[in-house]
T-cell receptor, first 114, second 118 residues
């Protein structure tokens, strides 16, 4: 069981470039989500998905797109990178969207936008 | 709206000291869940514990213990006889129903950086 995997681990982009952060889980979890972690702000939810074909916005969705074509994969796309998107990005999955289930996190992607 | 406050941004202790990390939460829901996660220097987030709003029993797991008090909306985490390997950022989180989506919403505190010095 690999759990939740993310690629790449590190990325540097120039302002205006686009890219996709990959996330995959092998636990057959229904619920997947993307967070960004910034100093002193904890983790903030960007987008989430309660199942294949269903996605929704979280707290800070602007500048990001997601899709969920399969249960396993949940890529996060940066449309036109901005320095404000410099952050550490975590993908997470959970058995379901119900409150009681803990989330399992990937190792994170450290993104720098210059 | 949900809110989690971890007022201690950084704590530094010497090995073998006991240390308590504070967590205060706000919610209007009657059913909710509280979590603690650990983020070691390697960066991944590790689940430590879950508590539901109806279970106020304290929990102990080895050197870790958790004190949940609904009367003060707190869910504090104590490490007894701290070790260098306990150095990490610790996050408290609150999960409750999201009425807009019929799912749930997980809200994290800002995190507490714990440094245990030898």
């Amino acid at each position: 069981n690999a759990g939740v995997t993310q690629t790449p681990k590190f990325q540097v982009l120039k302002t205006g470039q686009s890219m996709t952060l990959q996330c995959a889980q092998d636990m057959n979890h229904e619920y997947m989500s993307w967070y960004r972690q910034d100093p002193g702000m904890g983790l903030r939810l960007i987008h989430y998905s309660v199942g294949a074909g269903i996605t929704d916005q979280g707290e800070v969705p602007n500048g990001y797109n997601v899709s969920r074509s399969t249960t396993e994969d949940f890529p996060l796309r940066l449309l036109s990178a901005a320095p404000s998107q410099t952050s550490v990005y975590f993908c997470a999955s959970s058995y379901s969207s119900a409150s009681e289930y803990e989330q399992y996190f990937g190792p994170g992607t450290r993104l720098t936008v210059t | 709206a949900q809110k989690v406050t971890q007022a201690q941004t950084e704590i530094s202790v010497v090995e073998k000291e006991d240390v308590t990390l504070d967590c205060v939460y706000e919610t209007r829901d009657t059913t909710y869940y509280l979590f603690w996660y650990k983020q070691p220097p390697s960066g991944e987030l590790v689940f430590l514990i879950r508590r539901n709003s109806f279970d106020e029993q304290n929990e102990i797991s080895g050197r870790y213990s958790w004190n949940f008090q609904k009367s003060t909306s707190s869910f504090n985490f104590t490490i007894t006889a701290s070790q260098v390997v306990d150095s990490a950022v610790y996050f408290c989180a609150l999960s409750g129903p999201d009425k807009e989506t019929s799912g749930s919403r997980l809200t994290f505190g800002e995190g507490t950086q714990l440094t245990v010095n030898p």
